[in-house]
């Protein structure tokens, strides 16, 4: 099982300010990575598939780069409803599997 | 739209079973597997199975799972079920379903809204 470790658990930024997460996994999965946002007491949102694309109706604030095993969540403009939880998945390998997540916290 | 709206909170007893349900709208719900996921209070995502919604013989579950879950649907109704039985303390969690692709392997989009199940005495 391929494991997913998100850097740092916790971000402190303030709003207006650029947020950039990471996602490391312990083997290759390719372009095979998304990105989900988590608001408080609700579900989870597709942000980013394949590595880079945005899904529909995400502003173009989020982006998404990397390869491989190293990924990177940019946010490049905080708004409020930001401030949340974000997870990384690799869908690569079977079963997929998540990271623990990053609390992104208003600073 | 695309949308999963799933059945509402449970309180079930230790070793009792809960079924979640998972209704589909918006496109077409033979196409698509569905995952289930549960979150813990306070915790990340875990992955707990798959079914093809076309073949209710086509499921995988996450080997944690295996023995205690079973994923079923109702194409007459577009409704996708989790049933977990045995229930212990620690099942206590919100369970979402998750549109995947038309393929086993592939991102989650959309969520439902979460069923919180809390397994007490």
């Known amino acids: 099982e391929i494991v997913m470790t998100q850097s740092p658990a916790t971000l402190s930024v303030s709003p207006g300010e650029r947020a950039t997460l990471s996602c490391r996994a312990s083997?290759?999965?390719?372009?095979?990575l998304a990105w989900y946002r988590q608001k408080p007491g609700q579900a989870p949102r597709l942000l980013i598939y394949?590595?880079?694309t945005r899904a529909t109706g995400i502003p173009a604030r989020f982006s998404g780069s990397g390869s491989g095993t190293e990924f990177t969540l940019t946010i490049s403009s905080l708004q409020s409803e930001d401030f949340a939880v974000y997870y990384c998945?690799?869908?690569?390998?079977?079963?997929?599997?998540f990271g623990q997540g990053t609390k992104v916290e208003i600073k | 739209q695309v949308q999963l709206v799933q059945s509402g909170a449970e309180v079930k007893k230790p070793g009792a079973s809960v079924k979640v349900s998972c209704k589909a709208s918006?496109?077409?719900?033979?196409?698509?597997?569905m995952h289930w996921v549960r979150q813990a209070p306070g915790q990340g995502l875990e992955w707990m199975g798959i079914?093809?919604?076309?073949?209710?013989?086509?499921?995988n579950y996450a080997q944690k799972f295996q023995g205690r879950v079973t994923m079923t649907s109702d194409t007459s109704t577009s409704t996708v079920f989790m049933e977990l039985s045995s229930l212990r303390s620690d099942d206590s969690a919100v369970y979402y379903c998750?549109?995947?692709?038309?393929?086993?392997?592939?991102?989650?989009?959309?969520w439902g809204q979460g069923t919180l199940v809390t397994v007490s005495s």
């Open positions: 394949g590595a880079s």
């Open positions: 998750a549109r995947g692709m038309t393929t086993v392997r592939g991102w989650f989009d959309p």
């Open positions: 083997q290759s999965v390719y372009s095979n």
């Open positions: 998945h690799q869908y690569d390998n079977w079963p997929g599997t």
């Open positions: 918006g496109y077409t719900f033979t196409n698509y597997y």
């Open positions: 079914i093809n919604p076309n073949n209710n013989n086509n499921t």
